[in-house]
């Protein structure tokens, strides 16, 4: 069976596919006036809320693999996948089987926390995955469908299996949108969690960046935890993310994760590693943490182990069980078509080595545009790992960012938004498209399935180029790509 996708779909002007091109002229009138009643629709109906709507002013209505659709006839490449939930792409086979075998079985969808077979062979595939030494005392929580229910569970666990009530998170975190999650996250403004520096390079908090930078930062949160006048207790636990997605694709150090992982455990604190994102093989290892070694206590997971449907658990040590029957519940977690697509995608990636093709496409990728943006000064930095990438769009007029020691002229230039934005609009002029994230917005985010292959990752490389190309020459601002506002017609 072929582990990734050969075809890359021929596109016009604008992502128009060469079938929409050769039709007739009122069909493709027919098919733009749909397309446009449905987005004004989106516009007068739906909440303020709303946020790739505004950005992505498309109407999918097909999908397979890496590519999407629209109600236009227009044609994509898909660099979002569902934020990281689409391992295999849009509509994979083996996860339409599933959820076919599924429905046609007679089998309840909806089950609560009863036992199941379907659930069952979840649970099964799931442990066959994870860390051995973590995986020989776990248990798993099913949650609400969200991995911020999940965060949330973590949260809840940890509190009661410790008796103390504090979090410790770090700066530029993403763990969800529900309460406790937001304050664990980098946005927090009413900040009841203590937040400790997160280790990176480009825009190092203190300055250094590198293995130094880790190791003071490290340093950092051990003086926190054992200055008795720090203002910090002992928390219930610590969370933080292997590579932080929206926070700008920055990958924590190995030799840093192992020293969070010494000093909570020195401490009896319950670390908690939030791999909603990172998992399944994204990172070049089936969960990122493998890429240290270390074996967390609770690890949240979501995103692409539901196959594209919504799941969402916490799994944990096995000593840290100590909740009451009830204690924490959710009327959909007992999703039996998401738990049957699940275990599709999870035997899929682990049967075809599809976590050691990221790391190998994904380094591919990273070497090409670390090429392109010694081409163009605008792009500030390259990184990731995996096929969890990202572009810092700078401005390289602007001011460098002085190092402690006043000696390094060349720190990093100040973020971009504005150039980040337009490279996303002419992506999606060129058919492609991308997500934005980090600080101010700042970064062009890559989060292709699992199965993209080698032909669609030129097609993808060019596209991108050729958008950052169309930027860096100021031709946005001449209103190349048709770009429009923020919502789309109104």
Known sequence: MAVTESAVVPVGAHGESEGARDGGAGAAERARAAHEGILRRQSARESAARTYARALPIVPVRARGLTIEGADGRRYLDCLSGAGTLALGHNHPVVLEAIRK???????????????????????????????????????????????????????????????????????????????????????????????????????????????????????????????????????????????????????PDAWTRRMREITAARSIPLIVDEVQTGVGRTGTFWAVEHSGITPDVMVLSKAIGGSLPLAVVVYRDDLDVWQPGAHAGTFRGNQLAMAAGTATLAYVREHGLAERAATVGARMMAQLRCLAAEFPCIGDVRGRGLMIGLELVDPEGPPHPTPDGLTPDGPRPAAPELAAAVQRECLSRGLIVELGGRRSSVVRLLPPLTISDEQTSAVLDRLADAVSAVAQGEHRRGRGGARGADGPR
Not at 122 to 129: D, I, N, Q, V
Request: net charge negative; aromatic share 8%.
């Open 102 to 252: 599924v429905l046609d079985s007679g089998a309840p969808l909806h089950v609560l926390d009863l036992a199941t077979p379907v659930k069952d062979a979840f649970t099964t595939e799931l442990f066959r995955t994870l860390p051995p030494r973590f995986a020989e005392r776990a248990r798993v929580q099913f949650c609400g469908p969200a991995g911020t229910d999940a965060v949330e569970a973590a949260f809840k666990l940890v509190r009661a299996a410790t008796g103390r009530t504090g979090m410790l998170a770090f700066t530029g975190a993403y763990h969800g949108m529900t309460a406790g999650a937001l304050e664990a996250s980098g946005g927090a403004t009413d900040v009841r969690v203590a937040r400790l520096p997160y280790p990176q390079d480009y825009r190092c908090p203190f300055g250094i960046g590198g293995e130094r930078g880790a190791e003071l930062g490290a340093r950092w949160t051990e003086s926190l935890l054992d200055d008795t006048k720090s203002g910090v207790p002992i928390p219930a636990g610590m969370i933080f993310e292997p590579v932080q997605g929206e926070g700008g694709v920055i990958p924590a």
